[in-house]
T-cell receptor
Framework: KNEVEQSPQNLTAQEGEFITINCSYS?????LHWLQQHPGGGIVSLFM???GKKKHGRLIATINIQEKHSSLHITASHPRDSAVYIC?????????????FGEGTQLTVNP | GAGVSQTPSNKVTEKGKYVELRCDPI?????LYWYRQSLGQGPEFLIY????????DSGLPNDRFFAVRPEGSVSTLKIQRTERGDSAVYLC?????????????FGPGTRLTVL
């Protein structure tokens, strides 16, 4: 069983829909990251969370440390949001800032 | 104000050959990370440097893989006697320092194909 699990693996939505991607982890963490990966491989950091909630534009990320769960929400989705969204954690026992990743959620938003 | 750059962007090689992949971190970033991403999977940690030294190389899959960062800036990932299973996208990331609250900035990756 992976230490970081995401659901769903694939998600197709219509433009304008509210989207939720979930991440559960089974290890102690000091931080959780949400990343966006576009075709061609480039990864962009969206959020880094250790508690509570963060918002940036149409994106909202929440984390519940007790339940070991995080969600990424996209409001008023748009085709340009189509990408792979990856959850990654910084485990307490690992060195530096090395990250442990989920397998990603492929999001497709149709016009 | 360049971001993390990686060269080459694509590399095709034959089984058994030696390859070098280069990463140029953001200027001033002391921590540098190498990850490997197989098709349809999330990235997996390989090695991280703090300055010139490899602080954690526990993710390197075997002794065919080696990485250096001699001057604390550019890093080279070296793969000897490549195998078809080494085919993946190799990602490099850097951060100002290696700490809990430090954001990592990723390069575009090098797609390695071993025929």
């Amino acid at each position: 069983k992976n230490e970081v699990e995401q659901s769903p693996q694939n998600l197709t939505a219509q433009e304008g829909e509210f989207i939720t991607i979930n991440c559960s982890y089974s290890v102690g963490i000091s931080a959780l990251h949400w990343l966006q990966q576009h075709p061609g491989g480039g990864i962009v950091s969206l959020f880094m969370l250790s508690s509570g909630k963060k918002k940036h534009g149409r994106l909202i990320a929440t984390i519940n440390i007790q339940e070991k769960h995080s969600s990424l929400h996209i409001t008023a989705s748009h085709p340009r949001d189509s990408a792979v969204y990856i959850c990654a954690v910084k485990k307490w026992e690992t060195s530096g800032s090395r990250l442990t990743f989920g397998e990603g959620t492929q999001l497709t938003v149709n016009p | 104000g360049a971001g993390v750059s990686q060269t080459p962007s694509n590399k095709v090689t034959e089984k058994g050959k030696y390859v070098e992949l280069r990463c140029d971190p953001i200027s001033g970033h002391t921590a540098l990370y190498w990850y490997r991403q197989s098709l349809g999977q999330g990235p997996e940690f390989l090695i991280y440097f703090q300055g010139t030294g490899a602080a954690d190389d526990s993710g390197l899959p075997n002794d065919r893989f080696f990485a250096v960062r001699p001057e604390g800036s550019v890093s080279t990932l070296k793969i000897q006697r490549t195998e078809r299973g080494d085919s993946a996208v190799y990602l490099c990331a850097s951060s100002f320092q290696a700490g809990v609250g430090d954001e990592q900035f990723f390069g575009p990756g090098t797609r390695l194909t071993v025929l």
